[in-house]
């Protein structure tokens, strides 16, 4: 039944290039959420409508939409624009750079309201502490209110860290060659579907399982120091 028939380094190959996705676009989507969560705050209304609307937005459209959206609907509008000035430019989007800055920009509005949370959750008489020792604002968000918010949005950024790493799955309709797309095409080659989706599944639990692990012994070496209660 797992006889793989010479596919079975397929695998590995986009297992490799799942994580490689997830990580980059988990990047991208913490600096955008630190962004996001310091707009959301900010007394500047103008900041605070723009992340308002980026987080509604893109937390109501489907991801697997935005990801089509972004490889093949972008390319072909700025070609029909500049096709209107008179050029004749063919535009093609990596596919790797599409779904990573895709992914970031979506899960990006997820770590908003997760660092929009823990930032809310530092006790605002630390702050004013600081502010009393004398601290600039900058020493203050490096010395008292970035270590906290850390520690505070860590379950969060692992829930958001482990729903983005299935959603790299969605990444195969753009020809990405990553775990899903992969697994695909040898289940195609061989005709043997089960055994390349159901090899494909324990890997993405392998995954979860692991991210699960790590996230524990993070959160307890963050917590460190600090008391229960």
């Given at each position: 039944m797992f006889d793989f028939q010479g596919y079975l380094w397929m695998l590995p190959t986009g297992l490799q290039l799942t994580l490689l996705v997830g990580l980059c676009a988990l990047v991208v989507a913490m600096v955008l959420g630190l962004l996001g969560a310091w707009a959301k705050l900010s007394h500047n209304w103008i900041a605070r409508r723009a992340a308002?609307?980026?987080t509604t937005v893109i937390r109501g459209v489907p991801e697997l939409l935005l990801i089509l959206l972004v490889y093949y609907g972008v390319p072909t509008l700025i070609q029909d624009?500049?096709?209107?000035f008179g050029y004749d430019i063919v535009i093609d989007i990596n596919p790797f750079i599409a779904g990573v800055m895709t992914?970031?920009?979506?899960?990006?509005?997820?770590s908003t309201e997760v660092f929009r949370g823990a930032i809310l959750a530092v006790p605002k008489g630390q702050i004013e502490a600081a502010y009393a020792a004398?601290?600039?604002?900058?020493m203050m968000v490096r010395r008292?209110?970035?270590?906290q918010v850390w520690r505070f949005a860590l379950?969060?950024?692992g829930n958001v860290w482990m729903v983005l790493i299935k959603a790299t799955?969605?990444?195969?309709?753009?020809?990405l060659p990553e775990l899903m797309r992969n697994s695909d095409i040898?289940?195609?080659?061989v005709r043997l579907p089960f055994t390349f989706y159901f090899a494909a599944s324990l890997i993405y639990l392998g995954i979860t399982i692991v991210s699960m692990i790590g996230q524990q012994r993070i959160e307890t070496w963050a917590r460190r120091g600090v008391r229960s209660g």
């Open positions: 308002d609307t980026y624009v500049l096709e209107g992914l970031g920009f979506i899960y990006g509005a997820f004398g601290m600039s604002r900058p008292v209110l970035l270590p379950p969060g950024l799955a969605l990444i195969s309709v753009i020809q040898a289940a195609r080659a």
